[in-house]
C-alpha cells in the first residue's frame, strides 16, 4: 500500500468517526423531541386552509374533525357551530363605571363559558380597581384579592376587548389570522396564528392572550356549546381574546359577563337599532372612551350613571 | 457547473482543516449550539412557558437579540461605502467580511424569530396569506430575506470569480452592492418601525427610534468588526492593514457620537414633560412602584457606551490596545441598550398600568446562546472558505485542500 493510500484511509476513517459523532450529539441533542405531541401536526391540519377561503362544505369538514378530536380529549361529543354575523347587526358594549362593584362573576363566567384554560389560568377580563378621583391606569390595582368589595373609596374598571373598528392588532399580523367580521367583531383563526405575538404588543387594551402552554380544562368544566371562531379548545402557541361570546350573541342570546353581573353594570346591543337600548344610553349618558387617544375606536364604551358622584 | 459543484465540495471539506486552535474553538461553538438545540426541543414540546415571557411581557430575550442583529447586519453597509462610494484602498480587500458577517447575522435573525414563534410549524402560512403591505413584520420578512440573498450573491459570485481566476464581471455585482447599500439601511428602518408603529407603547413610539437604530448599529457592527478583522490577521495571512482599523475607529466614533446624542433627546422627552407617557422609561432608568429590575442594565449600557466614547474622543484610542477596549465596551453596551433596555422596558408597565417583571429563563438563554454559537460557526466557516480563495490558494487548479493540512494557519503557501 503507498502512502498516499494510506493518508487517504486514514482521513477517511477519521472524517467517518466524525460525522458519525456529529450525528450522535445531534441526536442526543434532539431527545426532548420523543415527547412532541404530534396530534395537531397531520396532513389534515397542515393541508387546512385559511378560515376566509375554505368552502362552507370544507368547514363541515373540519368541524368534523376538530369535533371528533374534542370528543377524543374530553369524552364528550361538543355542538360546534360556525355561527356566521347577522345582516345589518353591528355590535356594541357599554359599561356603567357608576353601578360595577368589582365582584369579578363576569371574569370567571367568561372562562367558564369560553373554555378558557384554567392551567396555567387565561382570563379574557381584568378588573381594575382604581381610587376615586381619577382615571388612572398607572394607579390601578389588577390584584385586589378577595377582599369585599366595593370598598367605599375605589371604583372598578372591567377591561376586556374592545372590538376596536381600527384595530392595531389586526393591522399587524402577518399572516391575517385575525380580522374584524362584518358585526364589528375581531376574530382569530386559531388555525392559521403563527403565534408570533405582535397582536399583542400592539394592543393597547392589553385584551389579547397567548397560550404559553397546552391548555387544561377540566373534563367536567368544558362546555360543549361552542363556535369556530369563538370557545372551542384552543391548543397552546396561538393568540386568544374575547369576542363578544359570538356563538350565543349571533344567535339572539346576551354574552355571558352580561348575564352574570349581579348590578346590571352591562349592556349589549345592536348599535344600527335606533331604538336598542345601547343607542338610547349613547344618546342621553356621559360616555367616557378608554385611551381614545391612541385613536383605535372601540366598539367598548365606559358610561356614568346622571347619580354618579365622586367621593361620595 | 460541475465545476461549481466541485467548488462547493471543496468548500465543504476545507471547512473541517484547520490547527488546533482552529478545532477547538469549532468544537466548542459546536457544544454550544447543540445545546441550544436540546433547549429548543424543550421548548417545542413544552411551549414557550419555558421562556420567561408572559402575557404582560410578550417579548423577550428572543426579539432582543433579533433586534440587535438586525443592525450587526446593517453594519457591513459601514464598509461598503468607504469603499465603492469614497473609492477607500485601505478596506477594500475586507468589505467581503462584513458581507460575510451580514450573512450569518441574517440566519441569527432568522433563527432569533423563528424560536419565539409559537407555532413554527405552521411557518408556510407566511406564503399562503401574506399581510403585506399592512404588516410592518411582513415588511421585515422580505427585506431580511433580500437583504441575504443580495450578500450571498455578492460574496459567493466574488468568491467564485476569485477560485476559477477569473476577474468578475461588473455588471454582475456592482450594482448589487449598491441595491444593498440602501438594503441595509431598510432592514433596520423597517426593524425600527416595527416597534414605533405601535400607538400601545410609548416607548417605543417615537419617530428617533429609526435613526437611534441605525446609529446604535453602525457603532456596534464596524466595532464587531474591528475584533474580528484582527483575529483574521492573528491566524491567517491575509493583509489587514492598520489604516483599515482606523478608518473604522473614525466611522465608530461618528456613529457613536450620533447614537448617544438621539438617547439624549429621547431622554430629554421623556423626562422633561414627565407624562403619563413616559411610565416605560420612569421605570428604566430609575425604577417605578418599587419594581428596577432593569435600572443596574440601561446605567451599566450607558456607562460602557460613555466610556468607548470618551476613549474614542482621546488620540490614545489609535494605539490597538485602547481600542479594541472601546470596542468590547460597546459591543456590549449596545446589546444591553437595544435589548433589555429597550424590548423589555416597553411592556413595563402592562397597558393597563400592571408592573410584571421580566427575568428570562435558564433554557432561554441556551437557547439564545445556541443561535449565537451558531451564528458564528458559520461566520468562522465562510472566514475559513473565502481567506485561501482570495489569497489564491485555493483556486480551480490548486492542489486538494485535504492536502494542506495548516493551510489556515501557517504562512508557507503563498
Not at chain 2, 403591505?133 to 415588511?139: A, D, F, R, Y
Not at chain 2, 421580566?358 to 454559537?373: H, R
Request: aromatic share 12%; hydrophobic share 45%; glycine share 6%.
Amino acid at each position: 500500500m503507498s502512502g498516499e493510500q494510506k493518508m487517504n484511509r486514514r482521513s477517511f476513517l477519521r472524517g467517518s468517526l466524525g460525522a458519525a459523532g456529529g450525528m450522535a450529539a445531534v441526536a442526543a441533542a434532539l431527545t426532548p423531541l420523543k415527547d412532541l405531541d404530534l396530534s395537531e401536526m397531520t396532513v389534515d391540519h397542515f393541508l387546512q386552509k385559511h378560515y376566509k377561503e375554505m368552502s362552507p362544505k370544507e368547514i363541515d369538514q373540519v368541524i368534523e374533525r376538530i369535533s371528533k378530536e374534542v370528543e377524543e380529549r374530553y369524552d364528550l361529543r361538543p355542538e360546534l357551530k360556525d355561527v356566521k354575523p347577522m345582516d345589518g347587526v353591528e355590535f356594541t358594549y357599554l359599561l356603567n363605571l357608576g353601578r360595577c362593584i368589582g365582584c369579578r362573576k363576569c371574569v370567571h363566567a367568561c372562562v367558564a363559558e369560553n373554555n378558557q384554560s384554567r392551567s396555567p389560568e387565561i382570563q379574557y377580563i381584568r378588573v381594575l380597581e382604581m381610587p376615586r378621583g381619577s382615571v388612572n391606569l398607572e394607579h390601578s390595582n389588577h390584584h385586589y384579592g378577595d377582599k369585599k368589595v366595593p370598598s367605599k373609596d375605589h371604583f372598578y374598571m372591567p377591561v376586556q376587548c374592545h372590538q376596536c373598528d381600527n384595530p392595531p392588532c389586526v393591522k399587524v399580523c402577518p399572516v391575517e389570522a385575525t380580522w374584524k367580521e362584518d358585526d364589528g367583531i375581531v376574530v382569530i383563526d386559531y388555525d392559521w396564528c403563527i403565534g408570533c405575538r405582535y397582536c399583542e404588543a400592539a394592543c393597547p387594551y392589553w385584551a389579547r392572550r397567548f397560550n404559553f402552554a397546552e391548555p387544561e380544562i377540566p373534563k367536567k368544566d368544558l362546555n360543549p356549546k361552542m363556535g369556530y371562531l369563538s370557545n372551542r379548545p384552543r391548543h397552546k402557541g396561538v393568540m386568544e381574546k374575547c369576542h363578544f361570546c359570538l356563538h350565543r350573541t349571533r344567535e339572539g342570546k346576551l354574552p355571558a359577563c352580561l348575564e352574570v353581573c349581579p348590578v346590571g353594570a352591562r349592556k349589549f346591543g345592536n348599535i344600527n337599532d335606533p331604538n336598542s337600548e345601547v343607542v338610547q344610553i349613547l344618546k342621553t349618558k356621559r360616555i367616557f372612551i378608554l385611551k381614545q387617544e391612541v385613536g383605535t375606536k372601540p366598539r367598548f364604551f365606559y358610561y356614568f350613571d346622571e347619580d354618579y358622584g365622586f367621593g361620595d | 457547473m460541475k465545476d461549481y459543484l466541485r467548488f462547493l465540495r471543496r468548500c465543504f471539506r476545507i471547512s473541517f482543516v484547520g490547527d488546533w486552535r482552529y478545532y477547538l474553538w469549532m468544537f466548542l461553538l459546536s457544544v454550544v449550539a447543540l445545546f441550544g438545540l436540546n433547549a429548543y426541543s424543550q421548548q417545542l414540546v413544552h411551549g414557550l412557558q419555558t421562556t420567561g415571557m408572559t402575557d404582560q411581557v410578550s417579548w423577550g430575550l428572543y426579539i432582543a437579540n433579533f433586534t440587535y442583529l438586525v443592525g450587526m447586519a446593517a453594519a457591513a453597509v459601514m464598509l461598503v461605502i468607504p469603499v465603492y462610494i469614497y473609492k477607500n484602498k485601505d478596506l477594500h480587500d475586507l468589505v467581503i467580511f462584513g458581507e460575510l458577517f451580514a450573512v450569518a447575522s441574517i440566519l441569527m435573525c432568522l433563527l432569533f424569530v423563528t424560536v419565539d414563534l409559537g407555532r413554527p410549524d405552521r411557518f408556510i402560512h407566511l406564503f399562503l396569506r401574506f399581510n403585506w403591505p399592512i404588516s410592518m413584520l411582513t415588511w421585515d420578512v422580505l427585506v431580511l430575506n433580500g437583504y441575504l440573498l443580495l450578500n450571498l450573491h455578492i460574496c459567493g459570485y466574488l468568491i467564485y470569480c476569485a477560485y476559477r481566476r477569473t476577474r468578475p464581471g461588473k455588471w454582475f455585482y456592482i450594482p448589487f452592492v449598491f441595491v444593498a447599500i440602501f438594503w441595509a439601511i431598510s432592514i433596520h428602518t423597517v426593524t425600527a418601525f416595527l416597534y414605533s408603529g405601535l400607538g400601545s407603547r410609548p416607548l417605543w413610539n417615537s419617530a428617533v427610534l429609526a435613526p437611534r437604530f441605525l446609529a446604535s448599529a453602525f457603532s456596534a457592527g464596524p466595532a464587531f468588526l474591528v475584533l474580528a478583522l484582527q483575529v483574521i490577521r492573528r491566524f491567517s495571512d491575509y493583509k489587514v492593514p492598520d489604516g483599515a482599523l482606523q478608518m473604522l475607529r473614525k466611522i465608530i466614533t461618528v456613529a457613536l457620537s450620533i447614537n448617544m446624542f438621539l438617547l439624549g433627546s429621547e431622554m430629554f422627552t421623556e423626562f422633561y414633560t414627565q407624562a403619563e407617557h413616559s411610565a416605560s422609561a420612569q421605570y428604566l432608568f430609575f425604577g417605578l412602584a418599587g419594581k428596577h429590575a432593569l435600572v443596574p442594565w440601561i446605567w451599566t449600557a450607558i456607562g460602557m457606551n460613555s466610556l468607548a466614547l470618551v476613549l474614542l474622543f482621546f488620540p490614545i484610542s489609535k494605539s490597538l490596545k485602547w481600542l479594541n477596549l472601546s470596542c468590547a465596551l460597546m459591543i456590549v453596551g449596545i446589546w444591553i441598550e437595544k435589548g433589555m433596555g429597550l424590548i423589555v422596558p416597553a411592556f413595563i408597565p402592562s397597558p393597563l398600568g400592571e408592573m410584571v417583571e421580566y427575568k428570562p429563563t435558564t433554557n432561554e438563554i441556551l437557547v439564545s446562546l445556541g443561535i449565537w454559537a451558531f451564528g458564528l460557526l458559520v461566520f468562522t466557516i465562510l472566514v475559513r472558505i473565502t481567506i485561501p480563495v482570495l489569497s489564491g490558494r485555493l483556486t480551480i487548479d490548486s492542489v486538494h485542500p485535504a492536502e494542506l493540512p495548516n493551510a489556515f494557519s501557517t504562512k508557507t503557501f503563498n
